[in-house]
């Protein structure tokens, strides 16, 4: 059998009104073209997997660090991520109940003594309020808010 001969022969391939004619060396080069495409892909996609899972448990890691520090400081503000996100103004009494359990327990752990109240932190001040703090400070800081305002640098 003459093999260089019977390489260069033509292969037909008919799939219904698909009619593929070739040799039979392009045919067996496209066959194991494709078949290292296809081991190529699956070592590809073994080392990307074993890549992005070590990352991944790293930034699992510091993103949950992350978020409970963040809830941490909202809920001794009196709110949560929920709420903000919600944009719950009144949130249901069950939801309420257990921020307040939480941020209880959260103010007894990092032993919190003072609190700034939710009322207090929304309100605006006024001149009134302006001037009970001004006439509240001692003379030395009272002179320094002076010299700020009548004489600017």
Not at 18 to 26: P, V
Not at 64 to 70: D, E, G, P, R, S
Not at 71 to 83: M, N, R, S
Request: aromatic share 10%; hydrophobic share 50%.
């Amino acid at each position: 059998m003459n093999i260089p001969a019977f390489l260069s022969g033509q292969f037909n391939f008919n799939l219904g009104k698909l009619n593929i004619s070739t040799s039979y060396f392009q045919a067996g080069a496209i066959i194991l073209l494709l078949f290292l495409l296809v081991l190529l892909l699956a070592s590809m996609r073994r080392h990307f997997m074993s890549w992005s899972f070590k990352g991944a448990l790293f930034g699992i890691f510091w993103g949950f660090l992350l978020a409970l520090i963040l809830e941490g400081f909202l809920i001794i503000g009196g709110k949560t991520a929920i709420i903000e996100l919600l944009g719950w103004k009144n949130a249901p009494k069950p939801i309420l109940t257990a921020l307040d359990a939480g941020r209880n327990k959260l103010v007894n752990v990092l032993g919190i003594t003072t609190n700034i109240p939710s009322s207090l932190a929304e309100e605006k001040p006024t001149l009134d309020d302006a001037v009970s703090l001004f006439q509240k400070l001692s003379p030395s800081d009272s002179q320094k808010i002076r010299t700020l305002i009548c004489a600017p640098k």
